[in-house]
């Protein structure tokens, strides 16, 4: 009985897995957090995530409010009622925040 042959795709698969491997483990590694701005607090104080995590703000409050780091590590602006910002630590860092508009309202990111 004669061999088949293998489709173009079928040959170059065994090179593609373990980057493919790689891709699906590093996307299900990385998580996303959410910080409640709402009271003229931020709930949680205090949230723990890894770096490569996402931390989104969600202003659910009537005022506008800012997720800022007097470090500069960063700086969120004005976020309106209803909406929300985003933010990837990429290294370790405990990074204290405040509302620029609220002194009063602070928080702390620590990435691990």
Known sequence: MPRRSRPPWARRLPSLLPAAAWLLAAAAQAATHTVVMEGIR???????????????WVNRDVVPHTATAPSGAF???????GKSWKFQPKKPAVLPYVCVFHPTMKGTLRVE
């Open 42 to 56: 931020f709930e949680p104080e205090t949230l723990t995530v890894k770096a490569g995590d996402t931390v989104v």
């Open 75 to 81: 700086d969120s602006k004005s976020i309106e009622p």
